[in-house]
């Protein structure tokens, strides 16, 4: 089974501090996405990749960042946190056009 | 505008009963239209995938249908259980760029 592990459930920062949210999968997924998931909005998309080292911008990349080394690991980055980042972050992945699979979320709250 | 819509917002039933979520889709072209279930504090697990040639898929207790023509699909839930409390999510695909819309989902309560 599938399995894709984000590295904490629960996040709270301050502002403007540089944050690092892990995502691994274990299925050798070429696709990853990050979404951040906010009540009455649904899931937005902020990047996702194709490959290693490989990003695209999603619909809302602005004050994120992503990374790609290895293919099973795909981190996001909040360069300089602020309030309005304080999420519901979630992770997924895909083998080409086949149905995602997510991680359970990191609830991040910037303070 | 590739939209997917989903209706109701939030629904209560009491155990043991039926009820049926609706979506309906703007996307274009349409590739598959997926429904997840979400559980309070995990993320979304994927229950049906249907593609542009399939009318229904059951996968237990849930029957999804999917009516091409309107661009309309269903999640049918049958004799509810007090595990099936959850946001359902309504997920549709874009052939060109491969593009993935969201609903806003469902948030389901069955209450005892």
């Known amino acids: 089974d599938v399995k894709v592990t984000q590295s904490s459930r629960y996040l709270v920062k301050r502002t403007g501090e540089k944050v690092f949210l892990e995502c691994v999968q274990d299925?050798?997924?070429?696709?990853m996405f990050w979404y951040r998931q906010d009540p009455g909005l649904g899931l937005r998309l902020i990047y996702f990749?194709?490959?290693?080292?490989?990003?695209e911008k999603g619909d809302i990349p602005e004050g994120y960042s992503v990374s790609r080394e290895k293919k099973e690991r795909f981190s996001l980055i909040l360069e300089s946190a602020s309030t309005n980042q304080t999420s519901m972050y979630l992770c997924?992945?895909?083998?080409?056009?086949?149905?995602?699979?997510f991680g359970d979320g990191t609830r991040l709250s910037i303070l | 505008k590739n939209q997917v819509e989903q209706s109701p917002q939030s629904l209560i039933i009491l155990e043991g009963k039926n009820c049926t979520l609706q979506?309906?889709?703007?996307?274009?072209?349409?590739?598959?239209l997926r429904w997840y279930k979400q559980d309070t504090g995990r993320g979304p697990v994927s229950l049906t995938i249907?593609?542009?040639?399939?009318n229904t898929k059951s996968n237990g207790r849930y029957t999804a249908t999917l009516d091409a023509d309107t661009k309309q699909s269903s999640l049918h839930i049958t004799a509810s259980q007090l595990s099936d409390s959850a946001s359902y999510i309504c997920v549709v695909s874009a052939n060109r760029d491969d593009k993935i819309i969201f609903g806003k989902g469902t948030r389901l309560h069955i209450l005892p």
């Open positions: 990749s194709y490959d290693v080292k490989m990003k």
């Open positions: 979506c309906n889709y703007t996307v274009s072209p349409f590739s598959n």
């Open positions: 249907m593609t542009f040639s399939e």
């Open positions: 997924a992945s895909r083998w080409s056009n086949q149905p995602q699979h």
């Open positions: 299925m050798d997924h070429e696709n």
